[in-house]
T-cell receptor, first 111, second 114 residues
Framework: GQQLNQSPQSMFIQEGEDVSMNCTSS?????WLWYKQDPGEGPVLLIA?????ELTSNGRLTAQFGITRKDSFLNISASIPSDVGIYFC???????????FGSGTKLNVKP | DGGITQSPKYLFRKEGQNVTLSCEQN?????MYWYRQDPGQGLRLIYY???????QKGDIAEGYSVSREKKESFPLTVTSAQKNPTAFYLC?????????????FGEGSWLTVV
């Protein structure tokens, strides 16, 4: 099935730095979702985006639904050690009721 | 406490054996999904169900079977026909809202072939 292109694949940053990651697709999506997954656990929803151009924040996290509806960005400001994990995006095409997922960005934060 | 409960967390399968992973949700969601996650890869859809007594094959359905007899329950059976079943399995359900749809996940189940 179709997968989303997510980058970067991994990041090593210093505590306090800002982080940015994105997902792109050749298809148009009606919904973009961002999740965080800790090792051996299920993904936890961070932010949901439903409208092109929408910019939504959740604490230090900010995500945007791209104007073209083919991409989305997630930013984390002032990173802390507990931000460590894998972040991945999901896109939904309404007509098909199927979600497509990025392969994840592994974030490492050095204290 | 509302959510999606998967069990068991860890399961070991012998060669030629069928095993069943349980998934229960109390969120009153109609649609439920099963995904497989392998290291370094995105989630791959095994089966999904839009409504009770109905389900559809996903991208990697071979060697798996499901049932949807109750709205709350969507068990996945990994049959002996699945030649490489060792993976992390995630159950999910979909909330249909006025603004849009969102998918929520259970905590996952690890299946290992011994």
């Amino acid at each position: 099935g179709q997968q989303l292109n997510q980058s970067p694949q991994s990041m090593f940053i210093q505590e306090g730095e800002d982080v940015s990651m994105n997902c792109t697709s050749s298809s148009i999506f009606n919904t973009w979702l961002w999740y965080k997954q800790d090792p051996g656990e299920g993904p936890v929803l961070l932010i949901a985006l439903y409208k092109a151009g929408e910019l939504t924040s959740n604490g230090r996290l900010t995500a945007q639904f791209g104007i073209t509806r083919k991409d989305s960005f997630l930013n984390i400001s002032a990173s802390i050690p507990s931000d460590v994990g894998i972040y991945f995006c999901a896109g939904l095409v309404y007509n098909f009721n199927k979600f497509y997922f990025g392969s994840g960005t592994k974030l490492n934060v050095k204290p | 406490d509302g959510g999606i409960t998967q069990s068991p967390k860890y399961l070991f399968r012998k060669e030629g054996q069928n095993v069943t992973l349980s998934c229960e949700q109390n969120l009153n969601h109609d649609a439920m999904y099963w995904y497989r996650q392998d290291p370094g890869q995105g989630l791959r859809l095994i089966y999904y169900s839009q409504i009770v007594n109905d389900f559809q094959k996903g991208d990697i359905a071979e060697g798996y079977s499901v049932s949807r007899e109750k709205k709350e329950s969507f068990p996945l059976t990994v049959t002996s026909a699945q030649k490489n079943p060792t993976a992390f399995y995630l159950c999910a359900s979909r909330r249909d809202g006025i603004s849009g749809n969102t998918i929520y996940f259970g905590e996952g189940s690890w299946l290992t072939v011994v």
